[in-house]
């Protein structure tokens, strides 16, 4: 990391203070400082030498490493980062054998803590089965990995449409104030794919507007808010009149309508 100022975007929420920066070609790196404890987590480890480069320019000592999915380009810097001591390594038990070694391990509807806050973890199988995301109900952040992304979510490599959406709808349910940390930045083709879907939704039009000016300037379109994918996303407005609607699908329940929503992206 060349210029650390320039590329770390710092985001408060509620005790949290949360640096993003890039990572590997597309990745986000996260590192989430709690201002009460100290500790400090790295979400995923994309990429060793630029999330150790963000913790020096910060000062930040890595207390944790918080990981969503077994794929490669989320785990490949946990050895790295691990050595630095003093690192715990977090992640699902029910994928251990995939993950890379755990020092602890979490459960969806076994609430963790990090500090005095309280972590909710949800199973989120459909980009992989083992997938779990980190929602902290107080400063109200959502760490989606490859879930869920700005106007996109993840591609189904292991799960199931029917398994992604219940994901997704479970995550639609939480408050529309809700942060939202996503694993990569694929947004300029997101917004493409979704005017697709909703060529006349004025959110989604206004939101493509913003996100290009950001993207055009060099900005991250990471972190956004829940409340903004619940109107612009086409995946998680898979059970709106109007995407069914678009796809041809008037009446077609939801996770027959996200199938068919996946597909045309898949295809695209
Ligand atoms: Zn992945």
New binding site residues.
Partial sequence: MADAAEIIKMTACGALDIATFPCRSDNYGYLARDKDSGLVAAIDAPEAAQIESALDYLGWDLTHILLT?H?G??VEGVEKLRARGNVKVVGARADAARLPKLDIEVTAGQPWRFGDHSVDIFDTPG??VGHIVYHMPGPKVLFS??TLFAMGC?RL?EGTALQMWGSLAALKALPDDTTVFF?HEYTAANGDFSLDIEPDNPELLARIAEVTETLKKGGYTAPSLLGVEKKTNPFIRADTAAVARSVGLVGADAPTVFAEVRRRKDNK
């Fill in positions: 999915h794929h380009d989320h980009h992989t990995g490859d993840g490599f694993g």
